[in-house]
């Protein structure tokens, strides 16, 4: 789908300008955008039986329209987790293959003998180009989103290219080989950027993740997209964190086997979580030492916990001026713990020495390939990649500058799994101009639909010290 990848790497690009403010034209971005969402139809309608399926009961052909899309062709993020939990249960992952075909643009044929566990079955997708990331809740109930090689690579290339356009914006002052970042972000077409970030990285910054050294999970997959770019990275977790782990974890242990999968997890991050904090801030004042700008990565809950080890210690870092923080999983931890977000920017201003306008936000999901950043005024701003689109409870598109609902997007840069997606989330949208300088469509609120089950790797957190 050669057009279509032009077409992608033109909204990454309109998405560059749109955050620098040079040159970005919003009819323009409507147009490229709306042409990829309608060249990724056709595609699921060949090639994607849940979406055929759907497309069939509503008499859509191929050539349709964008607003018959919204009204017709959305699928709920239940789709993702709509398999049977026994087939989990007993290992039975042949089914767990078929069922993965449904939302896949492949037919997936993976020989699945021997296989033992969830997170071996995992594996060998990975070892034949697909990619699975998951996402869970209150239930444990997996969601299982796959992306092809090609997929895992734009979502990376999107999601690089436009955080290195924030920081170009926010005047850091970093480069990247023989550019200022900058005139990088600006001359450089996207897949061109991504390999002078590749080969360069970003060498003025270190980095701490407050999270595990791999895992699958949504945050967990940003770690492994973002970690390779820094000069030196540490993890609060040295270990990997598995999905099977994370399933007993929810729904308890019923072999030895698996409670020694918990027994592991709760060792490491309870009875040493303490000595894990420490070790991160001895890290982040080495790299400070060494002059380095210090990134930090993390849930909202971690971040609060770091703020209490170092206070417990009378510690205080100063990190260099340009150092960034940002915060992403939700502020709500499944045991019913929550921290404002004015009280958190004053912990870390005063713990770190860091301006409360280098703290970041991002909200994004395990089925969007996009990060969508909080900007200084409290807006989420939706890059104009995405057309977003906000239900009522009946499950109608909603019109206008300021309206609430369920939270709907239709993302041009899934391919490989059906990207017309109706979430759990319940949010406040407004549209038009914000005082930081962005336009465009804005995200002000973020709840949960009546019904639908606590997400978000906080509450994985916060489960383990239940």
């Known amino acids: 789908m050669k057009g279509l990848r032009d077409i992608q790497d033109q909204l990454i690009k309109t998405s560059q300008a749109w955050v620098l403010g040079q040159g970005f034209n919003a009819a323009q971005a409507q147009k490229l955008r709306q042409e990829a969402i309608l060249l990724n139809h056709a595609y699921y309608l060949k090639n994607i039986p849940i979406y055929q399926k759907v497309a069939r009961e509503e008499g859509i052909g191929e050539t349709t329209n964008i607003e018959d899309i919204k009204r017709k062709l959305m699928l709920s993020d239940g789709v993702f987790k709509s398999y049977n939990q026994e087939w989990l249960d007993t290992g039975d992952f042949g089914e767990m293959n078929q069922w993965l075909s449904g939302i896949y643009h492949k037919r997936i044929d993976l020989d699945c003998r021997g296989a033992r566990s969830m997170d071996e079955w995992l594996e060998r997708l990975e070892n034949t180009g697909i990619n699975v990331t998951l996402s869970t809740g209150t239930s444990g109930f997996f969601s299982f989103v796959p992306r092809d090689k090609e997929g895992w690579t734009l979502a990376k290339t999107a999601n690089t290219c436009y955080l290195a356009s924030l920081l170009a914006h926010l005047n850091i002052g970093m480069s990247s080989g023989h550019f200022p970042l900058k005139q990088a972000v600006r001359l450089l077409p996207p897949p061109a950027f991504m390999k002078v970030v590749g080969k360069m990285g970003l060498p003025d910054f270190d980095a701490a ?148 306008k280098m703290v970041l936000e991002g909200y994004s999901m395990t089925e969007i390939n996009f990060l969508m950043l909080r900007c200084e005024h409290g807006r989420f701003h939706i890059p104009p990649i995405i057309e977003l689109v906000v239900f009522d409870e009946e499950l109608n598109p909603l019109n206008g500058n300021d309206i609430k609902g369920a939270f709907g997007f239709l993302d041009p840069l899934a391919v490989s799994y059906p990207g017309f997606i109706i979430s759990g989330d319940y949010v406040h949208m407004i549209n038009g101009e914000c005082a930081c300088g962005l336009s465009g469509p804005a995200i002000t609120e973020i709840g949960r639909l009546a019904g639908s089950e606590v997400k978000g790797c906080g509450g994985i957190m916060g489960s383990i010290q239940a």
């Open 209 to 356: 993740f407050l999270g595990f050294r791999r895992g699958r999970m949504g945050n967990q997959s940003l770690i492994e997209e973002l970690a390779p770019l820094f000069r030196r990275r540490y993890f609060l977790y040295d270990i990997d964190i598995t999905g099977a782990a994370l399933r007993c974890l929810r729904r308890g242990a019923r072999t030895d086997e698996e409670q020694q999968l918990i027994e592991g997890l709760q060792t490491e991050v309870i009875s040493r979580k303490e000595i894990n904090y420490l070790k991160v801030i001895e890290n982040i004042e080495k790299s400070t030492d060494a002059g380095q700008k210090i990134f930090i990565f993390g849930a909202p809950y971690q971040f609060k916990e770091l703020c209490e080890v170092m206070a417990s210690y009378n510690r205080r870092l100063d990190l260099k001026g340009g150092s960034l923080i940002l915060l992403g999983g939700g502020w709500k931890s499944f045991i019913g713990e929550s921290i404002g977000r004015d009280t958190l920017v004053d912990m870390l201003t005063d713990a770190l020495d860091i301006q409360p």
